[in-house]
């Protein structure tokens, strides 16, 4: 009776894993289909393998792959890194975010990504991709990154006229901790005090930027990235 029951155990924990493992959907047929421009054909299958596998965190990174819109592949990548960093798919996602962050000019953020990447997957082919990248863009821009003073550095041979506003707190302690988070992802950040019917708030802001159409560029980055609803002002207005 005791052997019966332990086999069963054995036959219990096989299914187990076996549904475990069948929740992952292998998307290499389909992201081979992306590279040959069969992307809608892709997509109309997506539906149904979400449905199917409801579970599968490689279905999350083929849905960023299709994703058109930057900031919203950025989310699911992030998702992934988060909740499946055992994924097959894991350090490709940080590869992405890296790559996405990069190409923005959001450098020190990118450098976290990339450091992520080294980091915990040290074999990944992924380190060396970012490696050439960064040689390609040191040579094609100069040693320049001409995005890099608006958002993390003070110049003082520019004038910075617009920043993205990020919160309004009649309590210190909150606007500081949202200056910090923000200031942890490589990035900007200050507080100014704006009287408004007699209520002095504490204004965080993120960024500094020469015209309204670089903070406007960045400004759904911000929204995203640190969970806001923030608008486009001119400094010390």
């Known amino acids: 009776m005791k ?12 299914i187990s894993a076996s549904q475990i493992k069948a929740q992952e959907v292998d998307i290499v047929p389909y992201l081979k289909m ?8 892709v997509k109309s299958k997506l539906l149904d393998l ?10 999350i990174f083929l849905e960023g792959v299709l994703t058109e819109n930057g900031q919203d592949a950025v989310v699911l990548y992030q998702t992934l890194v988060e909740k499946y960093p055992k994924s097959a798919y894991a350090d490709a996602a940080i590869y992405r975010l890296y790559s996405y962050y990069f190409a923005l000019g959001l450098y020190n953020t990118a450098d976290k990504n990339l450091n992520m990447l080294k980091k915990d997957y040290p074999e990944s082919p992924y380190i060396k991709m970012a490696a050439v990248n960064v040689v390609k863009n040191d040579v094609e821009e100069t040693t320049q990154r001409p995005d890099q003073t608006s958002i993390y550095s003070d110049n003082v041979e520019k004038e910075f006229l617009y920043s993205v506003q990020a919160g309004a707190f009649t309590n210190s302690d909150n606007a500081t901790v949202l200056k910090k988070e923000i200031e942890n992802a490589g990035m900007i950040s200050f507080i100014q005090d704006k009287n408004v019917a007699g209520t002095v708030f504490k204004v965080v802001y993120i960024g500094k930027f020469e015209t309204r159409r670089e903070a406007e560029d960045f400004l759904p980055i911000a929204n995203t990235r640190f969970r806001i609803a923030g608008r486009v002002v001119e400094i010390n207005q």
């Open 3 to 14: 052997k019966l029951f332990l086999i069963s155990l054995f036959v219990i924990s096989f």
């Open 34 to 41: 992306i590279e040959q421009g069969k992307i809608e054909e």
């Open 50 to 59: 979400k449905t199917d596998y409801p579970k599968s965190s490689n279905l």
